[in-house]
């Protein structure tokens, strides 16, 4: 659904055997092997490095962990994630798909050219947006919600990619008119809502998972 999820359990998994087996792995060595995995398996291409280091993270060139180029964007801690899913997109049919690589390159650099020079979460929304829809990743019931989103004031939108999840970034203030406008399209079971991850993964043990 473009949460990530792929990345977060190659990661997690990778994470989980390297204690288990007492491999003694670097954070980078451990990154690696699951971005590797995410390749092989087509269902990502860069979402492991940013997970690794956690926080809003900015992409600035690809790759594995260790050879790979991330900045931050500084963030407030009154800034919430609220999202809300249709259902998945295939990664791996999008990836596989390449009459779309060349509009992906073109727009995601684009997109990242702007960023990296207003580095900002309106920026970042913004871009995100411009991006999907050059690309024609946005199908018509999900660009609709997309619009009533932004009728409300000081809220901008996009959709995680891949799939039919839209979703928002915005103050605690906001967050009562983001969720009335997606209940009008989502069941409340449907729509999370989360604060950002600023430190990566953390290892926990057993006993504090109770």
């Given at each position: 659904?473009?949460?990530?999820?792929?990345?977060?359990?190659?990661?997690?998994?990778?994470?989980?055997?390297?204690?288990?087996?007492?491999?003694?792995?670097?954070?980078?060595?451990?990154?690696?092997?699951?971005?590797?995995?995410?390749?092989?398996?087509?269902?990502?291409?860069?979402?492991?490095?940013?997970?690794?280091?956690?926080?809003?993270?900015?992409?600035?060139?690809?790759?594995?962990?260790?050879?790979?180029?991330?900045?931050?964007?500084?963030?407030?801690?009154?800034?919430?994630?609220?999202?809300?899913?249709?259902?998945?997109?295939?990664?791996?049919?999008?990836?596989?798909?390449?009459?779309?690589?060349?509009?992906?390159?073109?727009?995601?650099?684009?997109?990242?050219?702007?960023?990296?020079?207003?580095?900002?979460?309106?920026?970042?929304?913004?871009?995100?947006?411009?991006?999907?829809?050059?690309?024609?990743?946005?199908?018509?019931?999900?660009?609709?919600?997309?619009?009533?989103?932004?009728?409300?004031?000081?809220?901008?939108?996009?959709?995680?990619?891949?799939?039919?999840?839209?979703?928002?970034?915005?103050?605690?203030?906001?967050?009562?008119?983001?969720?009335?406008?997606?209940?009008?399209?989502?069941?409340?079971?449907?729509?999370?809502?989360?604060?950002?991850?600023?430190s990566g993964p953390i290892l926990m043990e057993k006993r504090e998972w109770f």
């Amino acid at each position: 659904c473009g949460y990530g999820a792929s990345g977060a359990g190659a990661l997690g998994l990778a994470i989980a055997l390297n204690k288990a087996l007492n491999l003694k792995l670097t954070a980078n060595q451990i990154g690696r092997i699951a971005h590797k995995a995410e390749i092989i398996s087509k269902t990502g291409l860069g979402t492991v490095g940013p997970q690794l280091l956690g926080g809003f993270v900015i992409t600035i060139k690809g790759g594995p962990p260790g050879d790979n180029l991330l900045d931050k964007i500084i963030i407030s801690k009154d800034l919430i994630v609220i999202s809300a899913t249709k259902g998945p997109i295939e990664t791996k049919e999008i990836i596989s798909d390449y009459t779309l690589i060349p509009k992906i390159n073109r727009y995601g650099r684009i997109a990242l050219e702007k960023l990296i020079l207003n580095p900002t979460i309106e920026s970042f929304l913004e871009n995100s947006r411009f991006f999907a829809e050059s690309t024609g990743l946005i199908s018509e019931d999900i660009s609709s919600i997309l619009k009533d989103l932004d009728k409300i004031e000081c809220v901008k939108s996009s959709i995680c990619m891949v799939g039919k999840t839209v979703f928002t970034i915005v103050k605690e203030n906001l967050k009562e008119k983001v969720l009335n406008t997606l209940l009008s399209y989502y069941r409340e079971k449907e729509i999370l809502t989360t604060y950002i991850n600023t430190s990566g993964p953390i290892l926990m043990e057993k006993r504090e998972w109770f």
